[in-house]
């Protein structure tokens, strides 16, 4: 997959604490090598590594970008 466009951890204009970062990295590498049966792994990370973050209203973002699945919107826009 074509992940060229997702935001990665540090494409947001708020800190992203290196765990959560990793994670998100992680994530984007698992979709760019179509690991499609295991991405409840990556999933599961983000959700527990976002957590971490220190303001309620960057975690939500976070969470709904990646976990609300909104990054298939970029992904869509450069089909």
Excluded: Q
Excluded at 47 to 64: A, F, G
């Amino acid at each position: 997959m074509d992940v060229s466009r997702i935001k990665g951890a540090h494409d947001w204009d708020f800190p992203v604490p290196e765990i959560t970062a990793e994670a998100i990295d992680d994530f984007i590498a698992a979709l760019a090598r179509d690991e499609k049966h295991f991405m409840d792994i990556y999933y599961d990370a983000i959700d527990s590594c976002s957590r971490e973050m220190s303001n309620e209203r960057d975690e939500m973002v976070i969470r709904n970008y990646y976990l609300g699945n909104e990054w298939m919107d970029d992904v869509r826009a450069s089909a």
